[in-house]
């Protein structure tokens, strides 16, 4: 079953922060993030692992709460170069060969 | 590492035609993924090899889509008939075989139906 990202869209004034949630009704092994820009591949962001972790990427960082199969996507002091659609990927175990079930993705639009 | 290559990166054909469509992965990535993306979607994952065998397959996959990877290298994803139905960006991603590696995408093959 796909996970649910929210919010779908949002819009960022350059410079402001933003969350994006990502939850799955399956127990989860990893969650990918990746963004995506208009008519390009996806591009790794992170992973998180079983366990809880805080991740963090330059001004991009990520936390994974296993109890409650939820990982979010924390975005600080964004820039124009965050603009894209996130997506969340999710996989139930180990053994799944990082086949990925993604979300519909969370379209962020940064303005100057 | 030169990245995942598709080919071709366009596709136009008619109802009732077959397609054929190439992905060549990143050399050391035993690893190889076919998703399907339509506008506003987030990837549908078509099916996975591991090296040269395929282990596992959508239960949403038509039969008219088979996808092959001859001595673990390149692989191609043939879809049959086509539909309508079926115009869609076609990604490839390649990856190292252990459980927390990254997917690294191509930049995808858009098959348009008319």
């Known amino acids: 079953q796909q996970p649910v990202q929210s919010p779908q869209a949002v819009i960022l004034r350059e410079g402001e922060d933003a969350v994006i949630n990502c939850s799955s009704s399956?127990?989860?092994?990893?969650v990918h993030w990746y963004r995506q820009k208009h008519g390009e591949a996806p591009v790794f962001l992170m992973i998180?692992?079983?366990?809880?972790e805080q991740k963090g990427h330059e001004k991009i960082s990520a936390s994974f709460n296993e109890k409650k199969q939820q990982s979010s996507l924390y975005l600080t002091a964004s820039q124009l170069s965050y603009s894209g659609t996130y997506f969340c990927?999710?996989?139930?175990?180990?053994?799944?060969?990082?086949?990925?079930?993604f979300g519909g993705g969370t379209r962020l639009m940064v303005k100057p | 590492d030169t990245g995942v290559s598709q080919d071709p990166r366009h596709k136009i054909t008619k109802r009732g035609q077959n397609v054929t469509f190439r992905c060549d992965p990143i050399?050391?990535?035993?690893?190889l993924y076919w998703y399907r993306q339509t506008l506003g979607q987030g990837p549908e994952f078509l099916t996975y090899?591991?090296?040269?065998?395929?282990?596992?397959k959508s239960r949403l996959l038509s039969d008219r889509f088979s996808a092959e990877r001859p001595k673990g290298s390149f692989s191609t994803l043939e879809i049959q008939r086509t539909e309508q139905g079926d115009s869609a960006m076609y990604l490839c991603?390649?990856?190292?075989?252990?459980?927390?590696?990254?997917?690294?995408f191509g930049n995808g093959t858009r098959l348009t139906v008319t």
């Open positions: 991603a390649s990856s190292l075989m252990m459980g927390d590696s990254p997917l690294h």
């Open positions: 399956k127990a989860l092994y990893s």
């Open positions: 998180l692992l079983k366990g809880g």
């Open positions: 990927g999710t996989s139930s175990n180990n053994n799944a060969g990082n086949m990925l079930t």
């Open positions: 050399s050391e990535h035993n690893r």
């Open positions: 090899f591991q090296n040269e065998a395929q282990l596992e």
